[in-house]
């Protein structure tokens, strides 16, 4: 078992002081102690609403959603306006999309998409939408966003389409996606049709390779580098070498300059197991690259000298909450890490340290800030939180599997106010011009005005669905892009859009 560490450490009381009396302030530092979701709520410590400025996307010369949650912080989520009445405008393909797979030693039909299965949105010169979205069919589909017809053919892999895919941020016409077949793909889109330019095999592409050989985290570019974690419990720099040939048409020559294990003895003897994949979208931030696995670390490791062209690198933040972290980290401004971690082996550790925290790279004897328990049971026997947490101005949402969506001050862990859902609950918050949306598995996608933290979410509207919402939606100019365990991806608008 590693060192211990206090459920969460009165960082957060300071401010509390500032804006109450003494007496609550000294109440409210001794239930912090305990866990946030039994403090006092700290209203009165958040600015008054006006206009929040939300994170840039990856992509800077042209418009679009191009990764899982945008960005390199995976804090970005799309642009408005949100649908204010919104309808079902198109459901996309005529036959339902699935295929048969198996797991273990048993053979299931899986439909739709899954988790977390956002859709890419480019926004391409002549004013055409193109939504890009892999799925259960295998297949990654590429689909206009108006009509959600095919712009170009699928792209078939041999296995599932899990997780969400990325579209080149720097205007290549690239696409790098991973498929339940073991492979991650760099592919072409610049042909008449998709075309595997390079892929890499995660059972022959480590000396160890732990767990699984799937890829459900959404790659990330920075410079000329591609950055991913596998299922196979290895972390990946790629150089890519992009460029174009004579015939104008996108080359790449792939060099793979580091394989990182995201795993060490330590970490396996806690566990006592081999669970140690990386199903999260990695985050990246001044040189350091952020991630989990299914054990739980949570680790930096700075790869600024690779990605100058060098070959060292090293582990610079290592924390470990006890228990599987699939949902992506997510940093803020000043570096801080939010994470949201499943409560399933039910050890020590997870107990002690919470499901729901802040983080603070910075501090190696003792990073936790604050954390709130998640420990109530919502999908397959655990609890805690598949869904990756979304920040908007002073506030950090999460959502756990049992249901509850929680409005959280960022900087006190207080819980601000809370929601309750259908379970289970595995898609990830997004909140654009103050409307946090999100699914669930009855079927319903919901939004909230929550443009003022200081009052009770007021919900706008809730739309139903015959199957199981667990991808996150893409949110583009009046329209929402995402997928259901039914079979299909719809595009969602008002009326008259």
């Known amino acids: 078992m590693a060192a211990s560490h206090p459920v969460i450490t009165p960082r957060g009381a300071l401010a509390l002081a500032l804006v109450t009396a003494v007496v609550v302030a000294l109440v409210g ?70 295929m048969s797979s198996l797991v273990g030693i048993e053979r299931d039909e899986w439909c739709g998409t899954g988790w977390t299965g956002q859709p890419n949105v480019i926004a391409h ?109 290895w972390f990946y720099v790629i150089r890519l070498n992009r460029a174009y040939d004579g015939k104008g048409l996108v080359t790449v020559a792939p060099e793979v300059v580091a394989t990182i294990p995201g795993f060490d003895d330590r970490l396996l003897a806690d566990l006592g197991d081999r669970e140690v994949s990386i199903e999260n979208s990695v985050a990246f931030r001044d040189g350091i690259v952020f991630f989990a696995n299914s054990g739980g670390l949570v680790q930096g490791w700075d790869i600024s000298d690779l990605l100058a ?9 290592r924390y470990w909450v006890g228990d599987d972290v699939d949902a992506s980290l ?28 802040k983080l603070d790279p910075s501090s190696t004897d003792d990073p936790l800030v604050w954390s709130i328990p998640a420990k109530e049971i919502g999908f397959e026997g655990a609890g805690g939180s598949w869904s990756t947490p979304a920040l908007y101005g002073p506030v950090v949402y999460f959502a756990t599997a049992a249901g509850r969506v929680l409005q959280v001050a960022r900087d006190t862990g207080q819980i601000l106010h809370e929601l309750q859902i259908g379970t289970p609950s595995i898609a990830s918050p997004v909140v654009v011009d103050g409307v946090l949306i999100l699914g669930d598995c009855t079927g319903d996608v919901y939004a909230w005005d929550v443009a003022d933290p200081r009052l009770e979410p007021a919900l ?24 259901t365990r039914g079979g299909y991806l719809y595009g969602v608008a008002d009326a008259g859009t």
């Open 29 to 98: 530092f001794a239930l912090l102690r305990r866990g946030g979701d039994e403090g006092i709520r700290s209203e009165a410590s958040l600015p008054p609403p006006g206009e929040v400025k939300t994170p840039a996307p990856a992509n800077r010369s042209f418009d679009g959603l191009t990764t899982f949650r945008g960005n390199d912080s995976r804090s970005y989520y799309g642009e408005g306006p949100v649908p204010q009445n919104p309808v079902i405008r198109w459901r996309q393909p005529a036959e339902k999309m699935c």
């Open 125 to 233: 010169d002549d004013g055409s939408i193109e939504v890009r979205e892999g799925a259960y069919d295998g297949a990654y589909h590429f689909v206009d966003g108006l009509t959600g017809l095919p712009v170009r053919p699928p792209l078939q892999t041999r296995d599932l389409a899990k997780g969400s895919a990325t579209s080149d941020p720097d205007g290549f016409p690239l696409y790098y996606a991973g498929s339940r077949d073991n492979y991650l793909r760099v592919v072409a889109v610049d042909r008449s049709e998709p075309r595997v330019l390079w892929q890499l095999n995660g059972d022959t592409s480590v000396p160890r390779p732990l767990r699984n050989n799937d890829w459900d985290g959404a790659p990330l570019v920075v410079d000329d580098y591609l950055l991913e974690g596998g299922e196979n419990g």
């Open 309 to 317: 062209g060098g070959s060292g690198y090293g582990q610079v933040f």
């Open 330 to 357: 997510v940093l803020d401004g000043q570096g801080f890490i939010y994470v949201a971690a499943e409560y399933q082996r039910f050890n020590d550790r997870s107990r002690e340290v919470g499901q729901l925290m």
């Open 460 to 483: 706008l509207w809730k739309l139903h669905f015959n199957a199981c919402v667990e991808s996150t939606p893409a949110v583009w100019n009046g329209w929402l892009y995402f997928g």
